[in-house]
């Protein structure tokens, strides 16, 4: 298992008020407003009609995945995540589980330090030691039911707070950020002293929690409220969720893994859920503390309209619970009504296809079969491309890798070749300059130059070895699709 390690802060952000339409997941780091979808305006005033009803100050993000149309009340303030927090934590988690750090299968033993305060079975039902339960186990338990004991597990085994903040880096998803485990943040909320580290028994909690006072307990809830640490803006948690159901912050298979357990998770039925068509399919996650009542994720519209992505995020609320939850369900049902009824079309292909180098692509070669080399270049976020290689050689040995770029110079991880990066640069309108590099040392400098009628790309490969040695060699690949 990895250390538990030392939190970071972020600070506030502004609030704003917007609506946009985006070109493609994932979402655009800034709002504009829509020329062809006026109807969206209309959605707008109606969840800031509905807002107040919360008795706190509301924050909504909500995207139509298939076309990218999206609104947005307050998307770049901050807010308290609670414990959809533990969104961010699943992703990384998974993460792991795609390069092979860990494995779900893996098995955790409990200790009496890792049974928390808050909601959740295992405080309830394992408090004696010898009990072990599997990554997989604590995951589910930590989303379905929203576990404590089991996120501060995950967290753990995620790599902690640094390392949930790095992949989020990663995912180039600002505004969002994790800096403690939920022992933590419940202490600091209660004015109950905790360990960094988070470990604290169920009876030592309680014990220091009889000594705190009511004015204490009164400062440490209003410390909390403007506390930058584990908040994030609608903005940022939409981005994630975006990232996460277009597979490009996950694998294939954890994609999945991560889409099913969020359709079964059991709290917040008032929530998104509350006033949805019964039956209507929800992939969320829940979070509740003090003032502050949220719920996020994924509104499958039915009839073929799409998903949308939904984030209502409510703080510093001295209304009950159910309040805000009606005004979260209130709202979510104004965005599931408008995009079932204006459900759009997809951007054109043209539209999508602004990037010359966009589709399938294989390599000319006189090698006898089955060897093969094909790239695809497909639209990725706002302008961006995503590279994929897929080869078999002469013995049939298969292998796929992938990357994305924004063409800026900047280095992103390839997935499928471990400790290689890969950065894109546009040279002029005909020509890209790809550098990869392993462990930090460059070793291959790629000149992809397409031709003038857009059919062929010509590669010239400059490769380095260890000691300094470079080799150059060519390669014509020819459009077969797209």
Not at 191 to 218: K, M, N, W, Y
Not at 342 to 354: D, E
Not at 410 to 436: C, H, K, L, M, Y
Request: glycine share 10%; aromatic share 6%.
């Amino acid at each position: 298992m990895r250390p538990r390690t030392r939190p970071s802060f972020t600070r506030l952000a502004a609030a704003t008020l917007a609506v946009a339409l985006l070109p493609a997941l994932p979402l655009a780091a800034q709002s504009a407003t829509p020329a062809g979808d006026p109807g969206l305006g209309r959605l707008l005033a109606e969840i800031e009609r509905l807002a107040p009803s919360s008795g706190g100050t509301v924050g909504v993000g909500a995207v139509h995945i298939e076309t990218g149309r999206a609104v947005w009340f307050n998307e770049d303030e901050r807010f308290p995540m609670a414990s959809t927090y533990k969104v961010p934590i699943a992703v990384q988690l998974l993460s792991w589980v795609d390069r092979g750090e860990i494995s779900l299968a893996d098995m955790v033993e409990l200790e009496p330090g890792d049974i928390h305060p808050g909601s959740g079975t295992i405080s309830n039902l394992f408090d004696d030691p010898g009990v072990a339960l599997s990554l997989r186990n604590l995951l589910e338990l930590m989303l379905l039911i929203s576990d404590n004991s089991a996120t501060d597990l995950t967290l753990t085994a995620a790599g902690g707070p640094d390392a949930v903040n790095a992949r989020m880096a990663e995912l180039r998803v600002e505004g969002l950020s994790v800096n403690r485990p939920t022992s933590v943040l419940i202490g600091d909320y209660s004015g109950v002293e905790t360990p960094e580290d988070g470990r604290i028994s169920l009876s030592q909690f309680r014990d220091r929690a009889e000594g705190v006072s009511a004015s204490e307990r009164d400062a440490a809830r209003e410390a909390f409220s403007t506390d930058a640490r584990d908040t994030s803006t609608p903005r940022a948690m939409a981005h994630l969720l975006a990232m996460t159901w277009a597979g490009k912050a996950l694998g294939s298979k954890n994609t999945e893994v991560f889409k099913d357990i969020m359709l079964r998770v059991q709290t917040g039925t008032g929530r998104i859920k509350g006033v949805l068509p019964p039956g209507t399919p929800v992939g969320h996650k829940t979070g509740t503390i003090g003032g502050t009542t949220n719920d996020v994720g994924y509104i499958y519209l039915p009839d073929g309209a799409g998903h949308v992505i939904t984030v209502v995020f409510v703080k510093d609320s001295e209304r009950p619970v159910p309040a805000r939850e009606g005004a979260i369900a209130q709202i979510s049902r104004a965005i599931y009504d408008y995009f079932l009824f204006n459900p759009g079309a997809p951007p054109a292909a043209a539209a999508q296809r602004a990037n010359p180098r966009y589709g399938v692509w294989k390599l000319r070669s006189d090698a006898p079969a089955p060897s093969l080399n094909v790239m695809t270049y497909e639209p990725w976020g706002d302008g961006g491309m995503k590279i994929t290689v897929e080869s078999t050689n002469a013995r049939g040995g298969e292998s796929k890798w992938s990357y994305d770029t924004m063409f800026d110079g900047e280095f992103q991880p390839v997935t499928g070749r471990e400790g290689v990066e890969t950065a894109v640069e546009v040279v002029d309108e005909f020509t890209n300059r790809i550098t990869s590099r392993r462990d930090g040392r460059v070793t291959q400098v790629i000149i992809n130059v397409l031709s003038a009628d857009g059919n062929r790309i010509d590669n010239e490969y400059r490769s380095t070895d260890a000691d300094g040695n470079e080799r150059v060699s060519h390669a014509v690949y020819e459009r077969i699709g797209g």
